[in-house]
T-cell receptor, first 114, second 112 residues
């Protein structure tokens, strides 16, 4: 079992550009959540996808969007990048099973915006 | 609004000591609580998951307790080792709210 995988590992972008991050969930999981973690802070919830739809969203602007594919993998897109978007982006997968379940995290994508 | 606090923010102890990390939350209507470990620049490793109906969970040298009525959880690490050095985060899962609410973490350093 490969666990949760994310790509790329690191990314450097310029202000105003757009970025796409990718996540493959753990085998048997149907739900993907995305989190942003700034240096020295706990992760902040961006959104969660289930059955190819955004199920819940945190306090992030519309510049942050996502998608879930039929194979349960997911993408996080960020438009019009700002310096403040520099962070570790974490993907977590879970088996929804009707309620909050244990979440398994990938290694993250380190995004640097210059 | 659920808020999660972890105290202390940093802790340095000699190898071999037993230690306790604290996590408090403001809303007792939680579904579960997870403790994670994060090494510098790395992702999160789940250590223990406690469902709201449980009082504690154990894995090896780790024991996590949950007291919903007082809004507290503790992570007990026995016989600490230098390899335990990392940041430890707790995260609370709420009722119909599927997101995890996180503390800022406790940075633990175990001195050889």
């Amino acid at each position: 079992d490969a666990g949760v995988t994310q790509s790329p590992t690191h990314l450097i972008k310029t202000r105003g550009q757009q970025v796409t991050l990718r996540c493959s969930p753990k085998s048997g999981h149907d739900t993907v959540s995305w989190y942003q973690q700034a240096l020295g802070q706990g992760p902040q919830f961006i959104f969660q996808y289930y059955e190819e739809e955004e199920r819940q969203r945190g306090n992030f602007p519309d510049r942050f969007s996502g998608h879930q594919f039929p194979n349960y993998s997911s993408e996080l897109n960020v438009n019009a990048l700002l310096l403040g978007d520099s962070a570790l982006y974490l993907c977590a997968s879970s088996a929804l099973a009707g309620g909050p379940a244990e979440q398994y995290f990938g290694p993250g994508t380190r995004l640097t915006v210059t | 609004k659920q808020e999660v606090t972890q105290i202390p923010a940093a802790l340095s102890v000699p190898e071999g000591e037993n230690l306790v990390l604290n996590c408090s939350f403001t809303d007792s209507a939680i579904y579960n609580l997870q403790w994670f470990r994060q090494d510098p620049g790395k992702g999160l490793t789940s250590l223990l998951l406690i469902q709201s109906s449980q009082r504690e969970q154990t894995s090896g040298r780790l024991n996590a307790s949950l007291d919903k009525s007082s809004g507290r959880s503790t992570l007990y690490i026995a016989a600490s080792q230098p390899g335990d050095s990392a940041t430890y985060l707790c995260a609370v899962g709420g009722g119909s709210n599927y997101q995890l609410i996180w503390g800022a973490g406790t940075k633990l350093i175990i001195k050889p």
